[in-house]
């Protein structure tokens, strides 16, 4: 008892600080101030410390102390010039055409080139009746060897994630599916307005962009050295620097007459089929 008397003493037990001026001893200002009152002030500022230090490290400070913020930075920045280098080729690929076929019109090589196209449009009529023998299956597995080079895309759906789970981002049905040949990057979904997008996989959220309604999320997952790319319109409920598992909600579709959403995977810096991942 003696001892609880004496411990509530000192807590309450009130000090006064006073400032005076050197010179004439005036007092300037006092402070009144118990023992328990500088505890509870002491453990207020250590905790304020200690939130604001983890807020800095998990944002601005992220560079410096997060190991994966360098891989995550690196691989954002490969996605972007990627798909500015594709644009590029694609822009001097129809540049190169026009220039030649004005050479060819100049020069009246265009006119030897009609006469090679039916020369080569006779030949191909040929060639199908000579194979008018092979079966329809025969001829259907030859057009996807043919058109559609399916031997590197065997070989391309070759991956083994053990203990990794992927959710469909979407409910929908399949609009344009993954083709390397038509430079289609990724699949669509037809969706409903008001369904939640989710996230295929762990990670983090590495890039938002946004243009009035339509967002372009990246979700990037260094585990698997995975960047899942969404695009949709609607609200957006997730910003840069966000850790997501794996189902959790990305936004919300909006209101259109056709929604739609559009999926990009790429793993380890190359873009890749989606339905290798998730069967729409």
Avoid: C
Avoid at 175 to 185: A, I, L, V, W
Wanted: glycine residues 6%.
């Amino acid at each position: 008892m003696r001892f609880k008397n004496t411990f509530y003493n000192w807590l309450t037990n009130r000090f006064i600080l006073i400032i005076r001026n050197e010179e004439n001893f005036a007092i300037r200002s006092t402070y009144r101030f118990t023992n328990i009152k500088l505890i509870v002030l002491g453990i207020s500022t250590f905790l304020m410390v200690f939130f604001f230090s983890v807020y800095l490290i998990s944002t601005v400070l992220a560079k410096w102390f997060n190991p994966e913020y360098a891989q995550l930075e690196i691989a954002k920045r490969t996605i972007i010039l990627s798909s500015k280098v594709d644009s590029l080729s694609y822009e001097l690929d129809r540049k190169d055409q026009y220039i030649n076929r004005f050479k060819m019109l100049v020069t009246g090589d265009i006119v030897k080139l009609n006469e090679d196209n039916i020369k080569n449009n006779n030949f191909e009529h040929g060639s199908s009746v000579v194979n008018a023998g092979i079966s329809p299956e025969d001829s259907i597995l030859r057009a996807k060897f043919e058109n559609e080079d399916l031997a590197s895309e065997l070989i391309d759906n070759i991956f083994a994630f053990d203990g990794v789970a992927f959710y469909t981002p979407v409910e929908g049905i399949l609009k344009t599916r993954f083709s390397k040949p038509e430079n289609n990057k990724g699949v669509e979904l037809y969706t409903t307005t008001g369904m939640p997008v989710v996230a295929m996989v762990d990670g983090v959220v590495i890039h938002h962009s946004s243009y009035k309604e339509n967002h372009l999320v990246m979700v990037g997952s260094s585990k698997l050295n995975l960047i899942v790319k969404y695009i949709f319109e609607g609200k957006i409920s997730v910003r840069e620097g966000n850790v997501l598992k794996g189902g959790d909600v990305i936004g919300i579709i909006g209101e259109s007459d056709l929604p739609v959403l559009g999926i990009e995977t790429w793993l380890d810096s190359r873009i890749v089929n989606p339905e290798y991942f998730v069967s729409f």
